[in-house]
């Protein structure tokens, strides 16, 4: 790479335009049980792959004081290996450059979005499904070359992921890589952008930039009032942690799918028996640019668009965001530092089964928006889910004093909880990597927010 | 507390003396079958207490490959719920004081041995069994009214423990508080004293004690060469940390006590069919300074006494020490920090069965010895558990490359994993509590050793 290879957007989306032409996908949405070599296993009726890898979906059996239900069933997903969500990053000039790949994924809203350099299961890197192998693959497994600036297990979504973690991984290179089809050198300005513009750059990718602020400060720093001292000393917050983690209780156990009560089977769907949450589908693909051409599996599908966000205030002039300690029903350890918000809204609109979510009403208020952007969950597990992700300055006038699974953090002691893993959620890292590069308190006027819709 | 309580280590004695003769105790082995309240459960064989709480032993299956044995299945204890082991400190000129108690445990060598303030399961503290209330308790169950200034889930041995963990917290405070019957203020200085004393610091001291260095820098800071930098960045050991939990896998699955094989009940005990790791027994306990007066209880015995230490050399003048990431049967996440070395040196003696652990016999060899004392394991679940507590400056002629699974660390980097809790294991958090006030290298003659026989 001797010169970026785009000089702004309008080259990147050519680019872009030019990958999704490329690629020869056909996904045709089809009953669960069409779907080639996977099967409802005899006697549980868990949805398995015929070689017993790759995922499941099984059932899981909760109880919880930490939720408004104390004691739930429901479908999840079952996939017991750590997989690689790789970057690999090159500074040229001072600029920070990441490699990124326009990748098709069958769940995708706009079918091809922007994945990190590597997003491979351990099934895909052993070569379970005996396809091409991962390109890049080698710069993320030992022994490595690169400088490691991040490596840390991280969760997914602990309502449709039982205890799923993945390793994210960010390698910095000096030399040259060959530039292989459909990968680009991006620099983080310009990633910044991307990450303001609807479904375009993927949960895998989300993910692993939340481990940037901490591993390149130079480049990207927090400006200005990001960062700054917190008012409260670190170890204030971890004992925070430890007290949710103490004070609650999460029982779980995997149980047979066909022993969850409230979901049946209809027109080759597993759907919750008042059109609640999520239904189980399958898919049939085909694609040119995959490793194997052609295959069938099962998804989830949310019902409805999810809302992430977190509300932050100004204290003593540099930012913090409102945290909550959440359980979730696959969590591994009890609770995960989430966004002060994380609810599907119209859960709460249908009003009888839910207690509205604390903050709901505030995060949707008049604060100054500083995030607003739809992305998409991870599209090979996923079909279609979106989520809105706000980040909301809600003034210095709103109440320091929170309850006590809530807590306030700068984005700097945010990211030193991202650095060790398996501490802070999915949504509140993909907060994080949507806030990296905000320089300036949004304007009052919500319409000239920075979030692009 | 106007001044120390005890001058000098002679006034400690004189002191412990007298607890120790208070104790109105008594303590036999018994059969487990005769232990009243506890009952081998109908179906699984499970040793459980009648009122479903406390703790139960059960039968583990575990498949991995990081141990030398792929497969096995054992006897665990398990107590799926979060206890305290809290320790109230206070800064008086400068000097920190420990609050600390002389206490009786069934499992004991020499009965007495020193907690920390509190030591409480769940079911003592939320009064299961009926009886007095834990002083001092109120100190650590929020709201609390002093400074916390360590606070973490640590995880105890995962030999005998299935993912079992304790909060560790350490809480300073400034006003008075009234000395109960059995405690007594301790300066940090005559703890470090004390743990060089064999049998004398309990377990759950020397956990809690070691969150000390990061808490509270300032009085017991690692002086001269254990303080200063690194060979490795902090990131590069994180890096290697996840490494390792990606690399290998562990499978654990609780099975019935009955159904554990080559494990058979003899004269009253669950005994090894080859007398190998350990027994479950049972005591039948009278002492009238614990919160109920009488009691019977199931235990492991361990067959022989244990042996963990760190090697250590300096690097660039600054003291490492050599880090192992290592899988236990009770693990709760693949793998912890643990010392170099961690064995029961009885079993290589008899061949057959077992690698000979990689550094064991640098680790007898002739070092400077830093460390060498015995130390007991819990008393309220191991009956007179012991390990010999080893460090050993093994010379800057030792080899810096070492195989994957090991890695050099300074005190602080391996501080800064226990602040973070379920990181560095048991026994690598007793040595550092052991390390805590080594102030020079230790003289050539062993004899001369800082560790008190």
Redesign the interface.
């Known amino acids: 790479m001797t010169r970026a290879m785009f000089d702004d957007l309008a080259e990147f989306y050519a680019w872009f335009a030019e990958q999704h032409d490329r690629e020869a996908y056909r996904t045709e949405q089809i009953p669960v049980e069409d779907a080639a070599a996977w099967r409802a296993e005899t006697g549980t009726g868990n949805i398995v792959h015929d070689s017993g890898k790759f995922f499941s979906i099984q059932g899981l059996h909760v109880e919880t004081d930490h939720r408004d239900t104390p004691a739930w069933r429901q479908p999840i997903i079952v996939q017991d290996e750590?997989g690689i969500l790789g970057l690999l990053v090159k500074v040229v000039d001072r600029t920070v450059y990441c490699l990124m790949q326009a990748k098709m994924e069958p769940g995708n809203i706009n079918v091809v979005q922007l994945s990190p350099t590597v997003q491979a299961t351990r099934s895909n890197y052993t070569r379970v499904h005996g396809g091409a192998t991962v390109p890049y693959l080698d710069h993320f497994v030992?022994p490595r070359s690169g400088r490691?600036?991040?490596?840390?297990?991280q969760s997914e979504q602990g309502s449709w992921f039982y205890q799923k973690r993945n390793?994210n991984?960010i390698i910095e290179i000096d030399g040259e890589v060959p530039l292989r089809d459909s990968f680009c050198w991006l620099s983080v300005d310009l990633v910044i952008e991307l990450l303001k513009v609807p479904n375009l750059v993927n949960m895998d990718s989300r993910t692993v930039l939340s481990g940037l602020p901490y591993?390149l400060p130079g480049p990207i720093s927090l400006r200005s009032r990001f960062a700054g001292p917190a008012v409260h000393r670190f170890?204030?917050i971890?004992?925070w942690l430890?007290?949710a983690?103490?004070?609650y209780r999460l029982y779980q156990e995997l149980i047979p799918l066909a022993e969850v009560p409230h979901w049946h089977w209809s027109d080759g769907r597993l759907v919750h028996g008042e059109g609640r949450f999520f239904s189980v589908m399958a898919v049939d693909v085909t694609a040119a640019s995959r490793e194997v051409t052609a295959w069938s599996q099962p998804m989830l599908a949310p019902i409805d668009r999810g809302l992430v966000g977190f509300l932050g205030r100004s204290i003593d002039g540099v930012f913090h965001v409102l945290a909550h300690a959440r359980t979730e029903a696959g969590t591994r350890?009890i609770v995960e530092i989430g966004p002060s918000v994380a609810c599907n809204p119209a859960n709460y609109a249908r009003g009888s089964h839910s207690r509205r979510p604390v903050f709901l009403d505030v995060l949707l208020g008049d604060g100054d928006v500083l995030v607003d952007v739809v992305h998409s969950e991870e599209g090979g597990r996923f079909y279609h889910a979106e989520n809105r992700y706000l980040v909301v300055d809600v003034g210095e006038d709103f109440d320091l004093d929170v309850p006590?699974d809530y807590c306030w953090l700068t984005i700097e002691q945010l990211s030193r909880f991202v650095?060790?893993?398996?501490l802070v959620n999915v949504y509140a890292r993909c907060l994080i990597s949507c806030m990296v590069g905000l320089s300036e308190p949004a304007p009052r006027d919500r319409s000239k927010s920075f979030g692009a819709r």
Chains 1, 2 share one sequence.
């Open positions: 750590i030992a490691t600036v991040f490596d840390a297990l390793r991984i591993a170890q204030h971890l004992s430890c007290e983690k103490t004070r350890d006590d650095r060790f893993g398996n």
